[in-house]
């Protein structure tokens, strides 16, 4: 499952989306497709914000933002899978080698996480997932998966990412890891049926979530910007719907927003987040961003996204009330 975990550019945004956060709304109509706005995965230095060399702080502000976000959309994820285009077998970790870095941060990224090269890591493992309940721990290094060996050198991810994708497929796989300190240790681990979107933090200014088809992006500024989680999974869930509909493959539309935001609301009752808190955000008329918002030809006004989540809510409410299966709409 693993994929290059750090990209150091994104071609395009193919997708730019609102989303609420806690000032106000993106404002992404417009964004720019450039390679200048579409910040690296990794933060650059220096910013406004960080002080040069304190790549440690950057690093852990990184990695703790990406934990959060997985930990939030997992539940939308591993709850979707029958409604998914797209679906894997989900260990509960993530792993990452040091050559998915910069080069300008692999010595840093050897210092800092313990990577060597040619090698493959977990780098964060998710609560309450199988690798938790098999004590893998971020840090060790995955040597072997069903006693075949994981190789290194320059085809090294891609070859695990074929590797992992066939030894989690079945029922149980069996893995050999290697702790810091030296130890090695054989477990055996059941992955999960999951929604194939992986979610992804990027380092970016811009408050902004948006998706190529196959995985999740959602900036920095944002995930600093959304205090709670349940708007967060509703940022996540929105994605995640205009993946699932491909909607990446047509001209952006207030009705694809919305049909995406219907979708994010089913995604999201069905993972247990309370909808009706997610909801009541998109009440507050007096939206600091509201301006911006209503001047789009191709994002709804915040009142039609309100409208249209009100209506969806209902939908949900009956379906659940006559115990029907929750389906998109
Ligand atoms: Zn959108």
Redesign the pocket.
Known sequence: MIRPLLMTSMAALL?A??APSAEGVAEAEGASESAEDVKSLVPDLPTDRIKAGSFEDVLREYRQMNDRLDRVSAPIRLSNAALCTETFRDPGFQAHSLEDYPERMRGVAQALLGLEPNAIYVRSVRRGSPAEKADIQPGDRILRLNGRAVPGGPTMTRFYSALSRGAFAGRETRLTLRTPDGQEYETILQSQTACDYPTRVIFSQEINGHTDGQEVYITSELMRGVPDDVNLALITA??MA?AIAG?MNQA?TKA??LE?DRMALVLMERAGYDIDAAITYWADAAHPHRRLQDDSDSHPTIVERYENFRQEQARIRDLKRADKALKFN
Do not use: D, M, T
């Open positions: 997708l989306c609102s929105h994605e205009h909607h952006p694809l927003e995406a």
